[in-house]
Protein backbone atom coordinates (compact mmCIF):
# COMPACT_ATOMS: atom_id res chain seq x y z
CA UNK A 1 0.00 0.00 0.00
CA UNK A 2 3.06 2.23 0.88
CA UNK A 3 4.23 1.62 -2.74
CA UNK A 4 1.07 2.32 -4.21
CA UNK A 5 0.81 5.48 -2.13
CA UNK A 6 4.28 6.93 -3.98
CA UNK A 7 3.29 5.88 -7.66
CA UNK A 8 0.22 8.06 -7.03
CA UNK A 9 1.85 11.07 -5.69
CA UNK A 10 1.40 10.50 -2.04
CA UNK A 11 4.18 11.51 -0.15
CA UNK A 12 3.23 11.39 3.70
CA UNK A 13 0.85 8.81 4.82
CA UNK A 14 -1.05 8.55 8.70
CA UNK A 15 -1.30 5.13 10.07
CA UNK A 16 -4.89 5.15 11.42
CA UNK A 17 -5.56 1.72 13.92
CA UNK A 18 -9.06 2.05 14.90
CA UNK A 19 -9.59 2.65 18.74
CA UNK A 20 -13.22 1.18 19.82
CA UNK A 21 -14.88 -1.71 21.02
CA UNK A 22 -13.85 -4.30 18.63
CA UNK A 23 -9.99 -2.95 18.17
CA UNK A 24 -7.58 -2.07 20.73
CA UNK A 25 -5.35 1.04 20.50
CA UNK A 26 -1.89 0.31 21.96
CA UNK A 27 0.28 3.48 20.73
CA UNK A 28 3.44 2.27 22.26
CA UNK A 29 3.15 -0.89 20.26
CA UNK A 30 1.95 0.36 17.05
CA UNK A 31 4.77 3.01 17.14
CA UNK A 32 7.05 0.05 17.04
CA UNK A 33 5.23 -1.80 14.05
CA UNK A 34 5.39 1.67 12.12
CA UNK A 35 9.31 1.88 12.74
CA UNK A 36 9.80 -1.46 11.28
CA UNK A 37 7.50 -0.67 8.24
CA UNK A 38 10.10 2.67 7.62
CA UNK A 39 12.57 -0.11 7.21
CA UNK A 40 11.22 -2.56 5.17
CA UNK A 41 9.66 0.38 2.28
CA UNK A 42 12.71 1.81 0.16
CA UNK A 43 10.23 4.84 -1.25
CA UNK A 44 10.33 8.75 -0.60
CA UNK A 45 7.41 8.35 1.49
CA UNK A 46 6.81 9.68 5.12
CA UNK A 47 4.83 7.53 7.78
CA UNK A 48 3.43 9.01 11.03
CA UNK A 49 0.88 7.46 13.95
CA UNK A 50 -2.28 8.61 14.49
CA UNK A 51 -5.66 6.76 15.48
CA UNK A 52 -9.35 6.29 13.88
CA UNK A 53 -10.57 7.22 17.25
CA UNK A 54 -14.25 6.16 17.66
CA UNK A 55 -16.57 8.93 20.02
CA UNK A 56 -17.00 6.51 22.47
CA UNK A 57 -17.51 7.45 26.34
CA UNK A 58 -14.42 4.75 27.41
CA UNK A 59 -12.29 6.79 24.29
CA UNK A 60 -13.43 10.03 25.53
CA UNK A 61 -12.39 9.66 29.11
CA UNK A 62 -8.68 8.21 27.84
CA UNK A 63 -7.92 11.29 25.93
CA UNK A 64 -9.16 13.46 28.48
CA UNK A 65 -6.39 11.96 30.69
CA UNK A 66 -4.00 11.89 27.83
CA UNK A 67 -4.76 12.94 24.60
CA UNK A 68 -1.12 12.83 22.87
CA UNK A 69 -1.47 8.91 23.08
CA UNK A 70 -4.13 9.72 20.33
CA UNK A 71 -3.40 12.03 18.34
CA UNK A 72 -1.52 12.43 14.81
CA UNK A 73 2.47 12.20 15.57
CA UNK A 74 3.14 15.01 18.39
CA UNK A 75 0.58 17.55 17.21
CA UNK A 76 -2.99 18.43 18.38
CA UNK A 77 -5.14 16.97 15.44
CA UNK A 78 -7.73 14.26 16.58
CA UNK A 79 -9.34 12.00 13.65
CA UNK A 80 -13.04 11.26 15.41
CA UNK A 81 -15.14 8.66 13.94
CA UNK A 82 -18.85 9.17 15.23
CA UNK A 83 -21.13 6.18 14.85
CA UNK A 84 -23.47 5.65 12.05
CA UNK A 85 -26.81 5.16 14.32
CA UNK A 86 -26.21 8.54 16.02
CA UNK A 87 -24.52 11.07 18.41
CA UNK A 88 -24.35 11.42 22.04
CA UNK A 89 -26.81 13.78 22.74
CA UNK A 90 -23.85 15.49 24.95
CA UNK A 91 -21.65 15.67 21.59
CA UNK A 92 -20.85 19.27 21.23
CA UNK A 93 -20.12 19.82 25.41
CA UNK A 94 -17.82 16.82 25.14
CA UNK A 95 -15.93 18.35 21.81
CA UNK A 96 -15.75 21.25 23.99
CA UNK A 97 -14.06 19.55 26.94
CA UNK A 98 -11.49 18.29 24.47
CA UNK A 99 -10.82 21.21 22.71
CA UNK A 100 -10.32 23.62 25.67
CA UNK A 101 -7.35 20.72 26.55
CA UNK A 102 -5.68 21.55 23.65
CA UNK A 103 -7.19 18.60 20.70
CA UNK A 104 -8.08 20.13 17.98
CA UNK A 105 -10.62 17.44 16.29
CA UNK A 106 -10.94 16.05 12.84
CA UNK A 107 -14.74 14.53 11.78
CA UNK A 108 -14.19 12.24 9.54
CA UNK A 109 -15.93 10.99 6.52
CA UNK A 110 -19.18 12.64 7.41
CA UNK A 111 -20.24 12.00 4.05
CA UNK A 112 -20.67 8.53 4.68
CA UNK A 113 -22.01 8.91 8.25
CA UNK A 114 -25.99 8.73 7.65
CA UNK A 115 -26.85 10.10 10.73
CA UNK A 116 -24.43 13.11 10.02
CA UNK A 117 -25.96 13.51 6.41
CA UNK A 118 -29.17 13.82 7.50
CA UNK A 119 -28.45 16.44 10.55
CA UNK A 120 -25.48 18.67 8.57
CA UNK A 121 -26.87 21.52 10.84
CA UNK A 122 -24.99 19.33 13.50
CA UNK A 123 -21.63 19.08 11.47
CA UNK A 124 -22.30 22.76 11.30
CA UNK A 125 -22.69 23.68 15.18
CA UNK A 126 -19.20 21.58 15.30
CA UNK A 127 -17.55 23.64 13.09
CA UNK A 128 -18.56 26.53 14.13
CA UNK A 129 -16.83 25.47 17.75
CA UNK A 130 -13.11 24.61 16.20
CA UNK A 131 -13.25 21.43 14.92
CA UNK A 132 -12.27 20.57 11.12
CA UNK A 133 -13.74 18.70 8.53
CA UNK A 134 -11.95 15.34 6.45
CA UNK A 135 -13.89 13.69 3.26
CA UNK A 136 -12.44 10.42 1.86
CA UNK A 137 -11.34 10.90 -1.70
CA UNK A 138 -13.20 8.00 -3.44
CA UNK A 139 -16.29 9.18 -1.58
CA UNK A 140 -15.95 12.24 -4.13
CA UNK A 141 -15.05 10.25 -6.98
CA UNK A 142 -18.50 7.74 -6.06
CA UNK A 143 -17.46 4.96 -4.63
CA UNK A 144 -19.56 5.37 -1.78
CA UNK A 145 -22.63 5.56 -3.54
CA UNK A 146 -24.32 9.06 -5.05
CA UNK A 147 -25.72 10.24 -1.39
CA UNK A 148 -22.19 10.33 -0.09
CA UNK A 149 -20.91 12.15 -3.30
CA UNK A 150 -23.87 14.43 -3.23
CA UNK A 151 -22.93 15.32 0.59
CA UNK A 152 -19.28 15.68 -0.31
CA UNK A 153 -19.48 18.15 -2.79
CA UNK A 154 -21.89 20.29 -0.95
CA UNK A 155 -19.70 20.16 2.21
CA UNK A 156 -16.99 21.24 -0.57
CA UNK A 157 -19.17 23.93 -1.98
CA UNK A 158 -19.75 25.24 1.60
CA UNK A 159 -16.01 25.50 2.47
CA UNK A 160 -16.68 23.57 5.27
CA UNK A 161 -14.19 20.68 4.01
CA UNK A 162 -10.34 21.09 5.41
CA UNK A 163 -8.38 17.65 4.38
CA UNK A 164 -9.16 14.90 2.14
CA UNK A 165 -7.76 11.39 2.69
CA UNK A 166 -7.87 7.98 1.43
CA UNK A 167 -9.04 6.22 4.16
CA UNK A 168 -7.74 3.41 2.64
CA UNK A 169 -7.85 -0.31 3.83
CA UNK A 170 -6.42 -2.42 0.92
CA UNK A 171 -5.28 -2.30 -2.67
CA UNK A 172 -8.56 -3.73 -4.46
CA UNK A 173 -11.09 -2.31 -3.20
CA UNK A 174 -10.07 0.85 -0.52
CA UNK A 175 -6.58 1.45 -2.45
CA UNK A 176 -4.65 4.90 -1.60
CA UNK A 177 -5.23 7.10 -4.21
CA UNK A 178 -5.42 10.03 -4.12
CA UNK A 179 -5.03 11.63 -7.47
CA UNK A 180 -8.63 11.29 -8.74
CA UNK A 181 -10.27 13.20 -6.36
CA UNK A 182 -7.83 15.47 -6.65
CA UNK A 183 -8.73 16.20 -10.06
CA UNK A 184 -12.32 16.12 -9.32
CA UNK A 185 -11.91 19.12 -7.05
CA UNK A 186 -9.84 21.10 -9.36
CA UNK A 187 -12.09 20.92 -11.97
CA UNK A 188 -14.96 21.69 -10.07
CA UNK A 189 -13.79 24.44 -7.41
CA UNK A 190 -10.28 25.34 -8.99
CA UNK A 191 -6.24 24.30 -8.24
CA UNK A 192 -5.66 26.57 -5.48
CA UNK A 193 -8.77 24.49 -3.36
CA UNK A 194 -8.00 20.83 -4.73
CA UNK A 195 -3.77 22.39 -3.26
CA UNK A 196 -5.39 23.41 -0.21
CA UNK A 197 -7.39 20.26 0.53
CA UNK A 198 -5.16 17.56 -0.64
CA UNK A 199 -1.48 19.08 0.76
CA UNK A 200 -1.11 22.24 1.82
CA UNK A 201 -4.25 21.67 4.86
CA UNK A 202 -3.04 18.30 5.52
CA UNK A 203 0.42 18.88 5.82
CA UNK A 204 -0.36 21.18 8.57
CA UNK A 205 -1.63 18.70 10.37
CA UNK A 206 0.55 15.98 9.95
CA UNK A 207 3.27 18.18 11.08
CA UNK A 208 1.15 19.80 13.89
CA UNK A 209 0.99 23.31 12.76
CA UNK A 210 -1.79 25.83 12.47
CA UNK A 211 -3.93 25.71 10.10
CA UNK A 212 -2.88 28.01 6.91
CA UNK A 213 -5.24 30.95 5.67
CA UNK A 214 -6.52 29.70 2.44
CA UNK A 215 -8.32 33.23 0.82
CA UNK A 216 -10.23 30.69 -2.04
CA UNK A 217 -11.03 28.75 1.23
CA UNK A 218 -12.63 31.79 3.06
CA UNK A 219 -14.53 33.55 0.39
CA UNK A 220 -16.21 30.55 -0.65
CA UNK A 221 -17.32 30.26 3.13
CA UNK A 222 -18.24 34.05 2.99
CA UNK A 223 -19.95 33.54 0.13
CA UNK A 224 -22.68 30.66 0.67
CA UNK A 225 -22.98 31.75 4.43
CA UNK A 226 -24.21 35.36 2.23
Request: net charge positive; glycine share 6%; proline share 6%.
Amino acid sequence: MVVAAAKDGIRHIVATPHSNAQFRYDRSEFAGRLLELRKRVHTPIELSLGCDFNFSLDNVEAALHDWKQFCIGSGPYLLIEFSDFGIPPNADRTLRRLIRCGVIPIITHPERNPFLRSKLDVLYSMVGMGCLVQVTANSITGFWGKTARRTCLELLARGLVSAVATDAHDLTHRPPIMSAAREAIQNKFGEDIADALCSTIPCAIVEGKSIPDIPSLTRLRKAKAG
